[in-house]
């Protein structure tokens, strides 16, 4: 370890609160399971196996903390990394304050990840603690686009949509987690976002708001968020081979 990393040390905050309805009635996203696991828990692990990392902490549905700490306890997890459970708020931007609320107070910086991306390799995952560790206030992982997008004005359900322009897809990439901060930038920028009383669903975009430039670096295309039940057979696919090779 070098003298400049000892001065630095980087929690995990994962969002799992949320209700998850895209993937149909039934238990929380996060607590679905992928290869006979929950994803909350392939999520932590994907965390924990990064060496930076000395803390995660789980943001649960507020009824639901005690089940997700018990949760958390019945499943293998590094012994090195902390694992505190803490129940959300209402909305994601709720809930994500109330993991860097329950932070130590020597964490300097944090990654923000998604439960329902439970696959992210871990070099993804120390390539942001990099890339923080180097200076930048705020990281975020992304893909370039595959599709060309139509940006839309939007309609009813069903119905046909005019096309209002075409962005060059040069320019465009699709986002990913785990995003990684500064500690103080991030929550300069929920302090900020709560002045206003405005919402948002990706803290990178918080921290853009306050003037903060956000770099990106290459994601991974096995990050992709587990959404919809064709993303379930996609993740069991990667699990299935990943176990079969002796990767995970």
């Given at each position: 370890?070098?003298?400049e990393?000892?001065?630095?040390r980087t929690?995990a905050?994962?969002?799992a609160?949320?209700?998850g309805l895209?993937?149909?009635?039934?238990?929380p996203?996060?607590?679905r399971?992928?290869?006979g696991?929950?994803?909350?828990?392939?999520?932590v692990?994907?965390m924990a196996?990064?060496?930076?990392?000395s803390?995660?902490?789980?943001?649960?549905?507020?009824d639901?903390?005690a089940?997700?700490?018990?949760?958390?306890?019945?499943?293998?997890?590094?012994?090195?990394?902390e694992?505190l459970?803490?129940?959300?708020?209402?909305?994601?931007?709720?809930?994500?304050?109330?993991?860097?609320?329950?932070?130590?107070a020597?964490?300097?910086?944090?990654?923000?990840?998604?439960?329902a991306?439970?696959?992210v390799?871990?070099d993804t995952?120390?390539s942001v603690?990099?890339?923080?560790?180097?200076g930048?206030?705020a990281?975020?992982?992304?893909?370039p686009?595959?599709?060309?997008?139509?940006?839309?004005?939007?309609?009813?359900?069903?119905e046909?949509?005019p096309v209002?322009?075409?962005?060059?897809r040069?320019?465009?990439?699709?986002v990913?987690?785990?995003q990684?901060?500064d500690?103080a930038?991030?929550?300069?920028?929920?302090?900020?976002?709560?002045?206003?009383?405005?919402?948002a669903t990706?803290d990178?975009g918080?921290v853009?708001?306050?003037?903060?430039?956000?770099?990106?670096?290459?994601?991974?295309e096995?990050?992709?968020k587990?959404?919809?039940?064709?993303?379930?057979?996609?993740?069991?696919?990667?699990?299935a081979?990943?176990?079969a090779?002796?990767?995970?």
């Amino acid at each position: 370890m070098s003298d400049e990393s000892r001065h630095h040390r980087t929690a995990a905050v994962i969002p799992a609160a949320g209700r998850g309805l895209r993937l149909g009635p039934g238990a929380p996203k996060a607590l679905r399971a992928l290869g006979g696991i929950p994803m909350l828990i392939h999520a932590v692990r994907a965390m924990a196996r990064s060496r930076a990392v000395s803390v995660v902490v789980v943001v649960a549905p507020p009824d639901e903390a005690a089940e997700v700490r018990h949760l958390l306890d019945e499943h293998a997890l590094p012994d090195r990394t902390e694992i505190l459970v803490v129940p959300g708020g209402e909305t994601r931007q709720e809930s994500v304050r109330a993991g860097l609320d329950a932070l130590p107070a020597d964490i300097t910086s944090v990654l923000i990840h998604d439960a329902a991306r439970p696959l992210v390799p871990v070099d993804t995952v120390d390539s942001v603690i990099e890339a923080v560790r180097d200076g930048a206030p705020a990281v975020v992982p992304a893909l370039p686009l595959a599709d060309t997008v139509k940006e839309v004005e939007p309609g009813r359900p069903g119905e046909a949509e005019p096309v209002v322009a075409t962005p060059v897809r040069a320019r465009l990439r699709a986002v990913q987690t785990p995003q990684g901060f500064d500690l103080a930038t991030l929550k300069r920028a929920h302090e900020a976002m709560a002045v206003s009383g405005e919402g948002a669903t990706d803290d990178a975009g918080m921290v853009e708001q306050l003037g903060v430039t956000v770099v990106v670096i290459p994601g991974h295309e096995e990050a992709f968020k587990v959404t919809r039940p064709l993303d379930l057979v996609l993740a069991e696919a990667v699990l299935a081979r990943r176990r079969a090779t002796d990767a995970y």
